[in-house]
C-alpha cells in the first residue's frame, strides 16, 4: 500500500544516503589504497550516488504533488525556502553523480573524480541537512504535517483520502471512524 501523502515517506532517503555516501566513499578510497581494483571498489559509491540522484529527484517530485494543499496555509517564506533547498539537493546530487561516474576511469582521471567525489560528498551532506531542516521547520513549526492530521473544511480527514486525486480509499476513512465511536 503507497502512503498518501507520499512526500512525508520517500524525503527521508535522499537524507540518509546523503549521510552515508561519504563514509562509503572514504571507505572505498582506503581499499583502492590498498591495492583493491579502483573501479571495483569505486563501484558501491557510483550506485549509492545514483540512489541520492533518484531519490532526491523522487522527493522533489512528491513535493510538487503536495505543493498546492499546503503553500495556502503555511509560510510562503518557508515554504519557498524548502522548496528551493529541496531543488538545490537535488541538482547538487545529478551533479555529484556524474563527478562519481568519472571515479570508474582508471589513471589519474579516475583518482581525481574519486577524491573530488568524495569531497562533493561530504559537502553535500550540508545540503541534505538544510533541506531536511527546512521540511522539518515547514512541517513541525509552519504546521503543514497538522494538514494532514486534521479534517479538512469538508469534514474528511485530509490523510485519510486521495479525494485530491481523484482516487479512492478502498475503505473507511477517519471521518468514518470518528462516526462510528458515537
Known amino acids: 500500500m503507497i502512503p498518501e501523502p507520499l512526500h512525508p515517506a520517500v524525503v527521508h532517503f535522499p537524507i540518509v544516503i546523503a549521510i552515508f555516501l561519504p563514509?562509503?566513499?572514504?571507505?572505498?578510497?582506503?581499499y583502492i589504497r590498498r591495492g583493491v581494483d579502483g573501479r571495483r571498489?569505486?563501484?558501491?559509491?557510483?550506485?549509492?550516488?545514483?540512489?541520492?540522484?533518484?531519490?532526491?529527484?523522487?522527493?522533489v517530485q512528491t513535493g510538487k504533488q503536495q505543493e498546492e494543499k499546503v503553500e495556502d496555509r503555511v509560510s510562503e517564506q518557508a515554504f519557498e525556502e524548502h522548496e528551493e533547498a529541496g531543488e538545490r539537493l537535488m541538482i547538487l546530487s545529478g551533479v555529484l553523480l556524474v563527478v562519481m561516474a568519472g571515479g570508474i576511469l582508471s589513471g589519474s582521471w579516475g583518482r581525481r573524480a574519486r577524491v573530488l567525489g568524495t569531497v562533493g560528498a561530504v559537502a553535500l551532506v550540508a545540503a541534505a541537512w538544510q533541506s531536511g531542516a527546512s521540511g522539518g521547520e515547514l512541517a513541525y513549526q509552519h504546521g503543514a504535517a497538522a494538514l494532514y492530521a486534521q479534517p479538512d473544511a469538508g469534514g474528511e480527514g485530509a490523510g485519510a483520502t486521495t479525494g485530491d486525486a481523484g482516487g479512492e480509499?478502498?475503505?473507511?476513512?477517519?471521518?468514518?471512524?470518528?462516526?462510528?465511536?458515537?
Request: net charge negative; charged share 15%.
Open 23 to 30: 563514509l562509503v566513499a572514504l571507505a572505498a578510497l582506503a
Open 41 to 59: 571498489a569505486w563501484q558501491p559509491v557510483l550506485l549509492l550516488s545514483a540512489l541520492l540522484a533518484l531519490s532526491a529527484w523522487t522527493a
Open 169 to 182: 480509499t478502498g475503505g473507511e476513512t477517519e471521518a468514518d471512524e470518528s462516526d462510528d465511536d458515537g
